[in-house]
């Protein structure tokens, strides 16, 4: 119920004072009770009330009351905001930390989670968890509070009153059955929405809106119904903790009644167990309702640490003394988690400054695998990969990012200025750097004859820029980063001839200074390369220049042909 480990991420401070200006509230109403009580005890023996001082006593009272309530208030907002800053702290910092790691969540889950799975948790950690002590403190100080005047109802009262407890962990039992997958199901719901929403328009194309719709309507509907059971047998048990508590309230008044026939209570006594019975399990029952509303945040708490816990990219403490211009691989072999086959196989190469070497095969045989694995985006890899004659786990991370750097084709850009995006690639790069990257993937024109030239705002993602202006400006972006090792994934994928044309032209001229490795489907794009890599079934199957594996690869051969054949219309 308690979980240690958000205790090392928030200050324990604003919790602790929390808890003792709950406890000072109760002792003044306790103290208010009592003065009430004694006072109407002298009215009814017939004795003068000194009016003077019941007013200036309840005066005082009530105004330290109302300075504890604001105190409490604020305690409450500080202990919230600490935890939601520290928690989302974490989260985006953990996320940045495992990049494209294998375990890294999908966006829309990881919103979900940094977002209402946090607000979740604020309502356990900064209300539910004061209100578990509150109640041990208040419990005791209301029993010592009446054991003075009768032990019999008072320890009536303090057996009752764990029954309630009883009751939230039968519930706690149950509620664990419907929360272990009442998360999963919200974030998978949540996912599939936006995925849904994100392809909408190849939906509407290919007349599958109707059947993604009943797909979402489905799911939303069994979300729904675990919704309900939940708040089912949250009624129900909050029904139940009403009952222990008026039977134990009117049970503990009842004995104290008839103690007072008897004679064995005094009307001081018997007042306060009127006044203070109810009260006795007040604190125990809004613990019991704190507990539904937190039960979210319970399992959101559990999800949010098993992400912190993912284990990172291990980074050794070495630097390359020189620029990067050797790569060897050898025996190199990767399996996914949770995966029996091997992604990769026994891999050997090896890769030079000032050339271009293609990664080619089918969908699947390895080639994205390598080139993360090559970048140390993948850990846990068998066999050697060393830079400079440097094995890659030695290198620090500073210098793997400084040498290398990943492009494919779902680089974001932002809702933000042309400069701004460039930007990201080198915070350093001068104006005349901006022009002249641009200049080099033949943007330049496109962007002086903008309204606001690199002021021009692009919308969300560059969805007001062509699919061949978007993948170069992203390569502009990459170039600026002045980086040794160059990979392209699929860079090329989906954009016009044109602009095939000018990123493979610019790829050729970025080979003859740096390392460039281009991932393609497409044989004809690579028959310019120096080397190509043959990748089937995570093996490295053949090495060699495009015009030797023409001659003497089967493999090679057939498959230039097959794309030859499909480039013709199939004749």
Known sequence: MIDKRLFQLVEKKPLILLILFRTIHLG??????????????????????????????????????????????????????????????????????????????????????????????????????????????????????????????????????????????????????????????????????????????????????KYKQREVATDAERFRKATMSLLSMQLNSITIMDIISYSGAALGIGIALIGFKGGTITTTGMLMFLLLSAEFFIPMRQLGSLFHVAMNGISACSRLFSYLELPEQVYGKDELDTALEKINVHDLSYTYNKEKTAALQGISASFQQGT???????????????????????????????????????LNEEAIRKQGVLVDNHGYLYADSI???????????????????????????????????????????????????????????????????????????????????????????LAREKMVLFISHRLYNVLDADQVLVFEAGKLVEVGAPEQLQRESIYFKNYFLEEVKLLKGGA
């Not at 009592?34 to 009215?43: E, V």
């Not at 890294?104 to 004061?130: C, M, N």
């Not at 005349?432 to 690199?454: G, K």
């Not at 692009?458 to 170039?479: F, I, P, V």
Request: glycine letters at 6%; hydrophobic letters at 45%; proline letters at 2%.
């Open 356 to 394: 271009f070497s293609a990664l080619v095969g089918k969908s699947g045989s390895g080639k994205s695998t390598f080139a993360r694995v090559l970048l140390h985006q993948l850990s846990g890899y068998q066999g050697e990969l060393v830079w400079n004659g440097v094995p890659l786990t030695d």
């Open 28 to 209: 003044l109403m306790i103290t208010l009770w009592f003065i009430f009580a004694q006072q109407l005890t002298n009215y009814l023996d017939g004795q003068r009330i000194d009016i003077y001082y019941l007013v200036g006593t309840v005066a005082l009272v009530l105004m330290g009351k109302s300075v504890l309530t604001k105190l409490m208030e604020k305690q409450t907002y500080k202990a919230s905001a600490e935890l939601r800053l520290s928690m989302r702290r974490a989260v985006m910092a953990k996320a940045f930390r495992l990049g494209n790691n294998e375990g890294q969540l999908k966006a829309s889950t990881l919103t979900q989670l940094a977002v209402d799975g946090i607000e979740q948790l604020e309502i356990y950690y900064a209300r539910f968890l004061p209100q578990l002590f509150y109640c041990l403190i208040a419990s005791l100080m209301i029993f010592l509070s009446l054991v003075g005047f009768a032990w019999v109802p008072a320890v009536v009262l303090l057996i009752c009153m764990p029954m309630i407890p009883v009751v939230i962990m039968a519930v706690m039992k149950i509620a664990k059955r419907i929360l272990s997958g009442y998360w999963s199901d919200y974030t998978n719901l949540g996912s599939k929405f936006h995925e849904n929403l994100s392809g909408f328009s190849i939906l509407k194309a290919y007349d599958q809106d």
């Open 419 to 509: 400069r701004a995006n460039l930007l990201i690639g080198n915070q350093l790069a001068s104006e005349a750097d901006l022009w002249r990257v641009l200049e080099q993937v033949c943007l330049a024109d496109f962007v002086r004859n903008l309204p606001e030239q690199l002021a021009e705002t692009l919308q969300e993602n560059g969805s007001n820029l062509s699919g061949g202006q978007r993948q170069r400006l992203l390569l502009a972006r990459a170039m600026l980063r002045e980086a040794e090792l160059y990979v392209f994934d699929e860079i090329t994928s989906g954009v016009d001839l044109e602009s095939e044309k000018i990123i493979l032209e610019v790829l050729q001229d």
